[in-house]
């Protein structure tokens, strides 16, 4: 897949040592990811425990059709990432190219259900913090509360799905050019870590935001 044999960069003596290091840079980053949505996690758990009722209510507003979809979607992506980082260690270039670029299509498509879904948020009147916000009944407060958390949640995994979609299109672009071969394929590899807890997040996010209340 390589037209020339590739060589680790000057501060590593192989090719090994430099794709160990850059996948336990990855993990250290994705670690520090955990902790950043962690807390995101531990608020939505104690706000939720404070007003079980009405975080009921409130997410029966949310489009859990469209949510399922973008779970499905994502899931789907997933597999194309991981059949490109095999493609990558096989040296299949247009095959890599091929399921680097469905991801990255993917991920696009998740993005616009996202942006579809919050349109119909915005005509259903449950954006908070805007004019037109409308939640009937005396939770009404403690419901926006509800909605600031998945915006909020929901808004930075899109901005991290967004960066995927960046990453993996370059990737897919250094692929057509003959960049990577069987024994240098650890950008690949360390994009699908990142990809993988992006869609891990989302598996996550899905339940306890739309079937909240849900048998």
Known sequence: MSETTAAPAHQFETLEQQREAAT???????ATEVLFF????????????????????????????IGGVNTAVLLLSSLTMALAVKSAQLGKRNALVAFLSLTALLGILFLG?????YHGDYVDHIVPGIPSYHFEGPSAPQAELFFWIYFAMTGLHAIHVTVGIIVIAIMAALAWRRSFSPEHYMPIEVTGLYWHFVDIVWVFLFPLLYLVGHR
């Not at 807390?39 to 409130?58: C, D, H, I, K, N």
């Not at 259900?113 to 879904?117: C, P, S, T």
């Open 113 to 117: 259900f996202k942006a579809i879904e």
């Open 38 to 65: 962690g807390g995101l996690f531990m608020g939505y758990t104690f706000v939720r425990w404070s007003y079980p009722e009405v975080f009921e209510q409130a997410s029966h507003r949310l489009d859990a059709t």
């Open 24 to 30: 336990l840079g990855m993990w250290i980053f994705l």
